[in-house]
């Protein structure tokens, strides 16, 4: 049975184990959260419930845990539907070898994610594309992110044009990811297989790989 992170140190714990975390990397991720609790009092980011000593794990653990999944030769990650940088930032913060695009089409948000990029000093390794992911120039991303976007056949329809044979796709999708997979047709089915949360024994990742077929 996978060990559960359930407190903030055994979070806090988990993310500092990961490769290339400094002290300054963990300085980052509190600098983040400090941010995101003020600006959630001016925008609903997140449940006000999963603020405080919950965020560690609600949050920042539960987006660390994609880089287990993703490749170690990735260079350039999407995260779509990024809304406050979940997972999309906290991966940024992580990981100094990638290039991260945060895909969001709400004005406030994106300005929200801009003045945090700017005050992370991650201005060159994140872009924030501020439109629908529909819009996004076609190209093939290394991984594609999505968190609490949308329906599974809607977001793999939606972004299948950002993605290439070598793509990985991490998709965090709680209690309903099995139903929703089981959904598809079965020739899309086959491109993912599905991962226990680490902190959530509900929970369930969807991780796919290559180009997803028409829906």
């Not at 929200?112 to 872009?127: C, E, I, K, N, Y």
Request: charged residues 20%; aromatic residues 4%.
């Amino acid at each position: 049975m996978t060990q559960l992170l359930t407190t903030e140190a055994e979070a806090r714990a988990y993310v500092e184990a990961l490769p290339g975390v400094s002290r300054e990397t963990m300085d980052r991720l509190d600098c983040f959260a400090q941010l995101l609790a003020e600006e959630n009092a001016r925008q609903n980011l997140v449940a006000k419930a999963t603020l405080g000593d919950a965020f560690w794990v609600r949050h920042l653990a539960d987006s660390a845990q994609l880089l287990r999944l993703a490749p170690d030769d990735a260079r350039d990650w999407i995260d779509l539907g990024s809304g406050p940088g979940l997972p999309g930032l906290v991966i940024a913060i992580l990981s100094e070898s990638l290039q991260v695009t945060l895909v969001e089409s709400r004005r406030l948000r994106c300005a929200f994610l801009r003045a945090v990029v700017a005050q992370l000093s991650l201005g060159d390794r994140v872009t924030v594309s501020e439109q629908r992911v529909e819009g996004m120039i076609p190209r093939a991303y290394g991984v594609i992110s999505a968190r609490a976007f949308a329906p599974l056949p809607r977001l793999l329809g939606g972004a299948r044009h950002l993605s290439g044979p070598g793509t990985i796709w991490l998709l965090p999708k709680g209690k309903n990811a099995v139903n929703e997979l089981s959904a598809l047709p079965q020739n899309c089915q086959r491109m993912f297989h599905v991962e226990q949360s680490l902190t959530d024994q509900e929970a369930r990742i969807l991780v796919g790989d290559g180009v997803p077929p028409p829906l």
